[in-house]
């Protein structure tokens, strides 16, 4: 791995804002604290959160960089980061989110496996980059292809991490050719995030974003791309982000009859309140953030606060400040949409947030419903107590 090194252990860590919330040290795993994460529609670099699978890779002579392409294509290519900068450069806001967001309060139901993660398991950049389809017509696969003239059906992507999941070797990940080379999937080699250099918690010198799909397929610290024929043989596509039905368990799962999971279902949650507060008088704010997989937009988000018995419509902003319009174009339909929504309480209260996309898609009532053994997907009712007075709850 010309010019990129993984470190064997945790000795070697970049830097990290003291205000986030540790889910777990070695690997760094971690999120910002709800309120602040919807305090910007783009979420600064360090407060977005960070999830890894081993410690982080360091850049120690980026002109010896290069990534290869290689597999069941007809030109095989190296490049470097100045061949990749030089190809058309695009900007893509896209909310990126862990498949493991609100796993904790799935345990609460039932016992997952898993980092345990708040809300806060997501951030909205703007990233920067190349077009993967760009890259791949450059290796001879021309843009919407679905197969290579070899038989390449997948395209996957192999970092230099070291993995305890891949006995000590490299995360890595696929997704279908025809969504790699498909420009309005907008698949991009970033080497930004919010205008800057992308920093080493986040993928330096180059990653791979994959918009509206969890964030595992988002490969940090691309090393090779493979076109291949069947979808990645390692741990991350075959035994691990798949959804399970709540009848599965670790007795009886058989990893190879579900497929891998890619885009992820519409989501929100609230942000201004924490689980359980107790407030000085009944007028509230309720804000937070919604986002769905696969490009679709939100189309509204409902509140209630007697449970979910009535509801009534939040606004919401594309960016604080600036209105949403029903145009039908949405430019940021990879990001997320933050929600606004004054009520009041009596006493005491559930409130409660569910938002609809435009395929009308609705979030599940209740996380019985898509309790998994791994705790992905939590997309339930997001729900929090409010009690007004002095008295504790
Ligand atoms: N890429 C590598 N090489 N190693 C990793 O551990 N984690 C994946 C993905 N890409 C991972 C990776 C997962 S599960 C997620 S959710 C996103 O990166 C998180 O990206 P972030 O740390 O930039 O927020």
Known sequence: MPGLQAPSDYSNEPPRHPSLKINSKEPFNAEPHRSGLISAYVTPVDLFYKRNHGPIPVVYDIERYHLSVTGLINIQREFSMRDIRDLPKYTVTAT????????????????????????????????????????????GVSKLASTTSRGGKHVEFVSVDRCKEENGGPYKASIPLSQATNPEFDVLLAYE????TLNRDHGYPLRVVVPGVIGARSVKW????????????????????KMFPPTVNWENINWSTRRPQMDFPVQ?????????????????????????????????????????????????????????????????KWAWVLFEAQVEVQHSAEIVAKAVDIAANVQPENVETIWNLRGILNTSWH???VRVGHSSM
Do not use: H
């Open 222 to 241: 691309l090393d090779s791309i493979n076109v291949i024929a069947e979808e990645s043989q390692g741990f991350f596509t075959q035994k691990d982000y």
């Open 96 to 139: 990126l989110q862990c498949a493991g967001n609100r796993r904790t309060a799935m345990s609460k139901t039932r016992k997952v496996r898993g980092v345990g993660w708040g809300i806060a398991a997501l951030g909205n950049a703007v990233w920067g980059g190349a077009k993967l389809a760009d890259v791949l017509e450059l290796v």
């Open 268 to 332: 929100s949650a609230i942000c201004s309140l924490e689980d359980s507060n107790v407030l000085k008088d009944g007028k509230v704010t309720v804000k937070g953030y919604a986002v769905s997989g696969g490009g679709r937009g939100i189309e509204r988000v409902d509140i209630s606060v007697d449970g979910g018995k009535t509801w009534i419509e939040a606004s919401r902003y594309q960016k604080p400040g600036v209105p949403y319009v029903a145009d039908g174009i949405n430019s940021d």
């Open 383 to 385: 729900r929090v107590d």
């Open 193 to 196: 995030m919010n205008g800057e």
